[in-house]
Nanobody, 132 residues
Framework: QIQLMESGGGSVQAGGSLRLSCVVY????????MGWFRQAPGKEREAVAT????????TYTDSVKGRFTISQDNAKNTFYLQMNSLKPEDTAMYYC?????????????????????????WGQGTQVTVSS
C-alpha cells in the first residue's frame, strides 16, 4: 500500500527558507499526481503546488508563485517543496498528497484547482511557522 511521510517543517523568521520533503512508500509507479496542501487555524485546506509525476508539469497557487518550487527525485521516491522568502501568512500545517489518477472528478486534472477530496493518499503533516 502507498504511504506518505512529510518532514522539514520548523520555525523561521520572515524572509527565511525551508525545504519540505515527502517520501512515498509502496507502489510509487502507480501515483500520477502529487500535491502540497496547507491549512492554517480557522481556514480551509488549500492547494499550494502540484506536480505530474510522469511529465513533470507543475502548478502553483498565486500567493506562492515565484517563492515556492515543487520538484521530485524519482530515485529517492521523494518530492519536495522549496519555500523561499517566507512570510507570516505562510504559517500553516503542510501536507503532501498523492493520487493514482491525473483526471479528477472535478475535471481540473493535476492542478491546484484539484480539491483535497480528490487525493487518495496523505501524509501526517508538518508544521511551518514564520515569525515577523
Amino acid at each position: 500500500q502507498i504511504q506518505l511521510m512529510e518532514s522539514g517543517g520548523g520555525s523561521v523568521q520572515a524572509g527565511g527558507s525551508l525545504r519540505l520533503s515527502c517520501v512515498v512508500y509502496g507502489y510509487t509507479f502507480s501515483t500520477k499526481c502529487m500535491g502540497w496542501f496547507r491549512q492554517a487555524p480557522g481556514k480551509e485546506r488549500e492547494a499550494v503546488a502540484t506536480i505530474y509525476t510522469a511529465g513533470g508539469s507543475t502548478t502553483y497557487t498565486d500567493s506562492v508563485k515565484g517563492r515556492f518550487t515543487i520538484s521530485q527525485d524519482n530515485a529517492k521516491n521523494t518530492f519536495y517543496l522549496q519555500m523561499n522568502s517566507l512570510k507570516p501568512e505562510d504559517t500553516a500545517m503542510y501536507y503532501c498528497a498523492a493520487d493514482f489518477f491525473i483526471n479528477s472528478q472535478s475535471g481540473h486534472g493535476c492542478s491546484t484547482l484539484r480539491g483535497a477530496r480528490e487525493y487518495k493518499y496523505w501524509g501526517q503533516g508538518t508544521q511551518v511557522t514564520v515569525s515577523s
